[in-house]
């Protein structure tokens, strides 16, 4: 899919356990502005249904397992988060919606900017006549 991308997060891992280290800016490609993180989801329930237009987000299952749907006027893909070294980058533009929250799911998330509703496409018909035009023009560079 266009502008996202699987990151191996670095695990150092032993007869202790398991520890994960993400330093922004090189394990992820922005500085870290915000972090959420999303539990006690059912498993019926769908969230998301929005794009960003500037913010990019790292995503990363620390507990069970979650599906992202991520869409763009031309493309579809669902991925599968079920690992805490696994972070799924999404770019700029991009549709998704999370499903499938398997019981005691806890979704993580880093973002490269401060909340601010003014960047969120929460209408599908105005997601895709702004992306067709932010895709057509990127593809024209
Ligand atoms: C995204 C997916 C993966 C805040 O006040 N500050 C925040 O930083 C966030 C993320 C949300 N909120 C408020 C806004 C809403 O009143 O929390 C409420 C729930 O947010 P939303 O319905 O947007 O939640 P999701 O799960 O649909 O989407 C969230 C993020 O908003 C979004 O950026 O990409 O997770």
Redesign the pocket.
């Known amino acids: 899919m266009v502008h996202c991308k699987m990151i191996a997060l670095p695990e150092y891992s032993g007869r202790l356990g398991i520890l994960n280290a993400i330093e922004g800016g090189q394990d992820i490609p922005f500085e870290i502005r ?1 972090t ?1 993180y ?1 539990t006690g989801v059912p498993g019926d329930v769908t ?4 794009s ?1 237009r500037q ?1 990019e ?1 790292v ?1 990363i299952c620390l507990n069970g397992s979650v599906k992202i749907r991520l869409k763009t006027p031309s493309e579809e893909e669902v991925i599968l988060l079920d690992h805490p070294s696994r972070g799924l980058l999404i770019g700029h533009m991009i549709w ?1 919606e ?1 499903f499938d929250f398997s019981p005691g799911a806890v979704l993580m ?1 880093l973002a490269s900017q401060h ?1 601010t509703e003014e960047d969120y496409i929460r209408d599908y018909a105005q997601y895709e006549q702004e992306a067709k035009t932010y895709f057509q023009t990127e593809g024209d560079v």
């Open positions: 915000r959420y999303i969230r998301g249904f929005h960003h913010l987000q995503l998704r999370m998330v909340y």
